[in-house]
């Protein structure tokens, strides 16, 4: 036999090395696998709003105005607790007459010159987003009403459960504030003081 | 000579024995805030605009008037209550924040949640402050800043330019911004038109430490901080300068948890090292209170001045008062405490120089907070001596004058001296004072006064001299001279036993005694004030004071002329003054005078001309100083010798706020309280009203006296130490409430508060209720008489129908045709059958007496009346016989309860007679008979062919007397075959009634 005890041995631990190396290989590539995977989720910390719904109400002596709008649309990132949301001021439904809502639409918000309301910002306190549960918390940021800013914070409540967060908010915003001033003649028809409220689904996005 | 030497080298040798003792303290007292909670903290300390105290614990909010502690309620929803910051506003709204965010704030004695649409932070407010545009700020611990504009409430971040989230302190300056001490510094924020800006500060700008737990302005513009770790510094903003004052550089006493300026000082809390000292001014001296007398709290949480300049110490487990800097005590050297202290003075490099048994000593401070003590030998004296006054002269010298050894000349550097006395000149050897101006000195001896005159080589020790002799002989009163003082004008005052005052001027000498209002004989000391003012402390008179005022009288011939007139001004127990016996002057730079006696020491105040005493707060129990033992030093503080102990009082530093703070609490009608602060009229159901006030002074709150009088009610002032004043019963008029208080039993000068008010009419005082009143009276009048005159009408025409009821059956009754028929009935009879007659005869007179029986009545029993009909129909029936039938259906029942108005029933049966012709064939049948409430009388219709005339008035009588009687009327029904008379009868209840009514109005 050509073979000494050396050659066998060599060969086997040649493929005792290879063994190694495929196993390093396998280890190596999974834990790469992992990392991406976790960086990946990590990135991955956009809710978008999947469903909702802004609804305005004008309390006037004489008269109530509830107009809503379903196509409230934005996002709030868990990692740094910023979010923007947007809706679109011909969007909304609901007033009492369609004169109202042409009104509405030209005089008041004047959705060609301002075509969306926006509010954009961070929620104040720390949110653990992980970890499911119902949360009383403050939104502070820029609200954009009729091209006018104001800085506000708003209390919202989030309620978190698997994968989803949900918003509800219920707000005050004065016109005088957002500089949309109410003719005399209607002064008994439009409050001064715009109740809101905002119910909105949001979902982990997925790319 | 050689001697001499040896003598100056053995002073020189032994005479330094110098002692580090301890640095002085202030005196702390301790409060208890809450005896029934235990472990409890005080973490912040407030004061609101009447002055009282506002305490935030970890265990809830305290308001402290001086006397006791009031328990303020926060109700929070998540029932945190440790209070972390406080603020009264410049509207005098108090702040409260707690440790978990939420806010409070107390105003109109309600205290009430933060209620706004934003809610509240989540994180310790760790600071509330309010900027120079009203905004109210907010400082929490992790949620950065918040402001609010009294409309909405706005977040400063990180994403705002915030350097840190971590707030520790707050506070604003006079340009617009709030100052933050963060975990990264400091940082400036201001908001005006909601817009943001930000300036942060950090160990970059120079800092010494990121970490800043306190802040605090000071007079010239510069924010001192206080930081975690590197003690405290400076940042003057305009230039972006930091401070870090020389004696920090090696700060070892941990975190600062407190910090509170004074004018040289400013106190360091901290966490575990106590209070400390910084004196920034003059010497940059640091001293540790901790572990010294009276002070032993490791860690110090907050510090606050009141506006009286008391200060509150925070430690976790005490409340602690103190008088700060204006007052302090040096008590002891190495822990032995000094002992009959004779003189004092202290020198032109504040060194304090004292005598006791012992001899003469000196006392020099050092910047780190050590006392170096030093005794100086003097060779000559030996044990035992009394050294009796210390002076300086003008060339630096040290001057002691002794009991019995004359007085000594001592050079400071070397302890070198000399010696005068009898030997030299000197008349006596016992000099009580001495005093001088430039190079005059005045010695006050037991013979008399003596000046000495130095020479031009006063800057050596052993210079020349010139003594001069001044006594009894010569001018003076008296030889017994216990103070000299040579003026300011050049004019020496000299205090003497015995015999008052004198004075020498340019035009000699000049007695004053009992002719210039001096009743004392000894005087003790004499001082100057910066005015000018000569004072003196008499020995059992109080103090006499020459207010340097020229008095002017006119003079006719020669005009305007200066009189040599003096005056004195006495001041005794009546005028402020505390006690007679004055042992003590000492006038100051900044227009006090100190007057010290046995138990205690006053301020007499130029400007106020009043007297404030240094009270028990301020650690002042007894005194007991011996003359010449009070010297102004240098930096303006007067120190006292007491007998055991040095009293340093900083004079320039007076109380701020000098008397109680007098304000209403609550005011009260019928323990209802009510808006106090405009005039209200209250009703006089409520004339029951209570004043609850307070005089806030935290110096010594139980010495506060108040005084009231309601205008309108007292004529005198009414004395009290109750805090409320009840009026129970009050007469409508106007009142007004004097109301004054004061921290003695004087009220002259004290502040006084009013409240007016007025307590209303009663109702039946109101001029409306009255003109009601009479209006109802006349209405009620005119409706009785109206209803009296319509009943006795009644009545009237009640008794007049009667009349003519009466009449109408006597006219038929007595009508011939009637008695015609019954007596051609009764002939009749006769014949026939006289028993029946009688009967005839008997039932007619029993018909006629029973009419006149009853026609007085309004009714009668309906069992009466057919008795009457009875009689009637036998007689008719004797003359008609079968012709008539009558038919009565009335049960016995009936008959008794029914009544009827007399002869009615008659009256209709006689009509039916007179109406109808009877026949026997067709008799006339007439029944009577109840139909349910009815009482109908029918007969059948066969009129007779030739009518009888009917006047009608039978029928009409009875309507009407049923009418009056308020019987339904009379219904009358004729058919073909019948006459129907239907009408309802009286029951027994309402002939009451008729027969009382016609009683009560009946007038005749």
Redesign the interface.
């Known amino acids: 036999m050509p073979f000494n005890k050396n050659g066998q041995k060599k060969l086997y631990s040649k493929i005792y090395i290879y063994r190694v190396k495929f196993t390093l290989a396998k280890i190596s590539g999974i834990l790469f696998c992992s990392i991406l995977l976790i960086a990946f989720t990590k990135i991955n910390t956009i809710y978008k709003i999947t469903e909702g719904k802004i609804t305005f109400s004008s309390e006037a002596s004489f008269e109530t105005i509830t107009a809503t709008s379903e196509k409230l649309t934005g996002a709030l990132d868990t990692s740094n607790q910023k979010f923007a949301f947007f809706v679109s001021n011909s969007s909304f439904e609901g007033f009492n007459s369609l004169l109202q809502s042409e009104h509405f639409k030209e005089s008041y918000i004047e959705s060609e010159k301002n075509p969306r309301s926006v509010f954009t910002g961070?929620i104040?306190?720390k949110v653990p987003f992980q970890i499911p549960g119902i949360y009383s918390v403050?939104a502070?940021g820029l609200l954009n009403i009729h091209g006018v800013e104001?800085?506000?914070?708003?209390?919202c409540e989030l309620t978190i459960e698997n994968e989803t967060i949900k918003v509800v908010s219920n707000?005050?915003v004065y016109l005088v504030d957002h500089g949309i001033a109410i003719p005399r003649i209607v002064f008994d028809k439009i409050s001064p003081e715009i109740k809101i409220s905002v119910v909105a689904t949001l979902k982990q996005k997925t790319e | 000579m050689i001697k001499q030497l040896i003598k100056g080298f053995i002073t020189l040798f032994i005479g330094f024995i110098p002692a580090i003792i301890l640095a002085q303290t202030p005196f702390i007292r301790t409060i208890e805030v809450d005896k029934t909670i235990q472990d409890i903290k005080v973490q912040e300390i407030v004061q609101d605009k009447n002055k009282l105290m506002w305490l935030g614990t970890n265990k809830g909010l305290y308001r402290y008037d001086g006397t006791s502690f009031k328990a303020i309620t926060i109700d929070n929803k998540n029932e945190e209550i440790s209070v972390t910051s406080l603020f009264c506003d410049s509207k005098g709204v108090v702040w409260v924040g707690l440790k978990k965010g939420s806010i409070f704030y107390f105003k109109n004695d309600s205290i009430k949640p933060f209620d706004i649409e934003e809610g509240n932070p989540k994180e310790t407010i760790n600071g509330i402050a309010e900027d120079t545009y009203g905004n109210i700020w907010f400082a929490t611990y992790g949620e950065g800043l918040y402001v609010w504009n009294h409309k909405n409430f706005y977040n400063f971040g990180e994403e705002d330019g915030l350097d840190d989230e971590s707030a520790y302190c707050l506070v604003a300056d006079n340009k617009g911004n709030v100052w933050c001490g963060t975990d990264a510094g400091i940082t400036a924020c201001s908001f005006l038109n909601e817009k943001k800006q930000i300036k942060n500060y950090s160990t970059k700008d120079g800092l010494s430490d990121n970490i800043i737990k306190r802040l605090i302005w000071d007079k010239n513009g510069f924010l001192w901080f206080g930081t975690d770790n590197f003690g405290i510094g400076k940042l003057y903003p305009d230039s972006n300068k930091v401070v870090i004052p020389e004696s920090f550089s090696a700060w070892n006493k941990g975190s600062v948890e407190s910090m509170l300026l004074m004018e040289h000082e400013v106190w360091i809390g901290t966490n575990e090292n106590g209070l400390i000292d910084y004196e920034f001014s003059g010497n940059n001296r640091i001293r540790n209170f901790y572990g010294n007398a009276g002070f032993n709290y490791s860690s110090v949480q907050c510090l606050f001045r009141d506006d009286e300049g008391n200060i509150w110490i925070a430690s976790k487990d005490h409340l602690a008062q103190s008088p700060g800097e204006r007052i302090e005590f040096l008590k002891s050297i190495n822990g032995i405490p000094f002992k009959n202290i004779n003189s004092v003075l202290v020198d032109r490099n504040k060194n304090v120089w004292y005598s006791d048994e012992e001899g003469l000593h000196q006392l020099s401070f050092i910047s780190d907070g050590t006392i170096v003590n030093t005794s100086f030998v003097i060779p000559k004296l030996k044990l035992p001596f009394k050294i009796l006054s210390i002076y300086q002269d003008a060339f630096g010298f040290i001057w002691i004058g002794t009991f019995d050894h004359g007085v000594f000349r001592i050079e400071i550097a070397t302890g070198k001296s000399i010696q005068i006395d009898d030997k030299k000149g000197l008349t006596n050897q016992s000099v009580l004072s001495i005093s001088g101006k430039q190079s005059t000195l005045w010695l006050a001896s037991l013979s008399g006064a003596i000046k000495i005159e130095l020479g031009d080589d006063a800057l050596k020790l052993n210079c020349a001299y010139q003594v001069d002799y001044f006594n009894s002989e010569n001018g003076l009163n008296n030889n017994f001279i216990y103070q000299v003082l040579q003026d300011r004008k050049g004019r020496v005052w000299f205090a003497q036993d015995g015999k008052g005052i004198s004075m020498l001027d340019r035009d000699g000498f000049h007695q004053f005694g009992e002719e210039d209002g001096i009743k004392a004989k000894t005087f003790y000391s004499i001082t100057e004030d910066i005015n000018g003012g000569i004072w003196f402390a008499s020995a059992n008179n109080g103090l006499y004071r020459y207010k340097n005022q020229q008095n002017f009288q006119i003079n006719f011939l020669t005009g305007l002329q200066k009189t040599k007139n003096y005056q004195f001004y006495h001041y005794d127990l009546s005028n402020g003054l505390q006690s007679l016996h004055i042992s003590g002057l000492c006038a100051d730079n900044v227009g006090n005078v100190a007057v010290v006696y046995n138990d205690g020491i006053g301020l007499f105040n130029l400007d106020s001309e009043s007297f404030s005493w240094l009270e028990e707060s301020d650690g002042i129990n007894t005194v007991d100083a011996d003359l010449n033992t009070t010297s102004l030093a240098p930096d303006g503080v007067i120190w006292v010798g007491a007998k055991n102990q040095f009293i340093e009082i900083n004079t320039s530093l007076e109380k701020l706020r000098k008397t109680p703070y007098l304000s209403f609490n609550i005011i009260t009608a019928l323990l209802d309280p009510f808006d106090f602060s405009i005039y209200q009229t209250i009703p006089a159901s409520k004339n029951h009203i209570t004043f609850s006030f307070q005089g806030i002074w935290f110096s010594n709150p139980t010495d506060v006296n108040y005084q009231y009088k309601m205008e309108g009610l007292n004529r005198d002032w009414i004395n009290t130490r109750d805090k409320t004043a009840t009026f129970p019963d009050l007469d409508p008029g106007r009142y007004t409430l004097r109301l004054r208080c004061s921290k003695t039993t004087d009220f002259s000068g004290s502040n006084e508060i009013i409240y007016s008010f007025a307590i209303a009419n009663p109702m039946y005082k109101q001029w409306w209720f009255t003109t009601l009143l009479i209006i109802v009276l006349i209405a009620i009048t005119w409706i009785f008489l109206k209803i009296r005159d319509q009943r006795v009408n009644f009545v009237q025409r009640l008794e007049k129908e009667k009349l003519a009821s009466q009449f109408e059956t006597l006219k038929n009754q007595v009508n011939p045709h009637f008695l015609f028929n019954s007596f051609n009935t009764l002939a009749n009879i006769i014949d026939e059958d006289k028993g029946k007659a009688i009967e005839y005869i008997e039932k007619l007179t029993d018909f006629f007496r029973q009419i006149l029986i009853h026609r007085e009545k309004d009714l009668i029993k309906l069992e009466e009346e057919l008795e009457i009909i009875n009689d009637y129909v036998y007689l008719q029936q004797q003359r008609f016989e079968n012709a008539l039938v009558i038919n009565i259906t009335v049960s016995e029942n009936q008959s008794r309860h029914y009544l009827i108005p007399p002869l009615a029933l008659q009256l209709l049966v006689e009509n039916a007679i007179k109406h109808n012709s009877l026949t026997t064939s067709n008799p006339l049948i007439i029944d009577l008979y109840f139909d349910y409430e009815f009482f109908v009388v029918k007969n059948n219709l066969q009129p007779k062919l030739n009518k009888e005339p009917s006047t009608g008035t039978g029928l009409q009588n009875i309507t009407r007397r049923m009418e009056m009687l308020g019987l339904p009327s009379i219904e009358v029904e004729k058919t073909e075959t019948h006459f129907i008379v239907k009408f309802k009868l009286a029951d027994k209840k309402q002939s009451d009634m008729i027969s009382i009514t016609p009683a009560l109005f009946v007038v005749k």
């Open positions: 961070k104040i306190e403050r502070k104001q800085e506000r914070i708003i209390k707000f005050s």
